[in-house]
Nanobody
Framework: VQLQASGGGLVQPGGSLRISCAASGITFSRYNMGWYRQAPGNQRELVASIASGGITNYAEAVKGRFTISRDNAKSTVFLQMNSLKPEDTAVYYC?????????????WGQGTLVTVSS
């Protein structure tokens, strides 16, 4: 199983960035997908999630600015980030989770660094 995140980089405050996570080795459509982030000295936190059925959920800090989406045909999840702020600076990780009767299957990507700075 591999989750390959990409698209991170340096962006100015107020700018936009789209990051992607391509999955392989799993039946992507079964999995709930999420984006988490971890800033230096902080715990990893959920940014946004999208269920296998398409229902989305967002952290309060990013509501109205970030949009999560998925393309099951390409086994890829996206995070469109607009109106970026310096406090959005973090390593962003994608997560895939499939809950079954007696447990769950969960996988993490390697992370992509987003830096918001002028």
């Amino acid at each position: 199983v591999q989750l390959q995140a990409s698209g991170g980089g340096l962006v100015q405050p107020g700018g936009s960035l789209r990051i992607s996570c391509a999955a392989s080795g799993i039946t992507f459509s079964r999995y709930n997908m999420g984006w988490y982030r971890q800033a230096p000295g902080n715990q990893r936190e959920l940014v946004a999630s999208i269920a296998s059925g398409g229902i989305t959920n967002y952290a309060e800090a990013v509501k109205g600015r970030f949009t999560i989406s998925r393309d099951n045909a390409k086994s890829t999840v996206f995070l469109q980030m607009n109106s970026l702020k310096p406090e959005d600076t973090a390593v962003y990780y994608c997560n895939a989770e499939w809950v079954v009767t007696d447990g769950k299957y969960a996988y993490w990507g390697q992370g992509t660094l987003v830096t918001v700075s002028s």
